[in-house]
């Protein structure tokens, strides 16, 4: 794991958007997130692509939409106050 980018499915886990690694995965195999870096906009369809800081996400978990920002990209899995900073939620 490199200090300037996380695999977008680790992130997700750390972030606890979902409860295992594997379900993050096939969430994000299936072009299920929206990723905005430096103005431009992509869907991300691989769950090995990086996240980096300041990253924004658009995704819809249990018919909420969640809008984030990528604050740090985390170590582990650790306890909710600790997966809140992690990100910063944007609107």
Avoid: H, N
């Avoid at 905005?36 to 906009?41: F, K, P, Q």
């Amino acid at each position: 794991m490199s200090e300037t980018g996380c695999r977008a499915d680790v992130w997700l886990w750390r972030a606890r958007f979902f409860k295992t690694r594997s379900l993050a995965a096939k969430f994000l195999d299936e072009g299920k997130v929206r990723l905005t870096r430096a103005g431009a906009e992509t869907r991300i369809d691989k769950c090995a692509r990086p996240l980096k800081v300041g990253d924004q996400l658009v995704f819809a978990v249990s018919g909420k939409l969640i809008a984030v920002a990528v604050e740090e990209l985390g170590e582990r899995r650790g306890p909710p106050a600790e997966a809140r900073g992690l990100y910063a939620t944007l609107g």
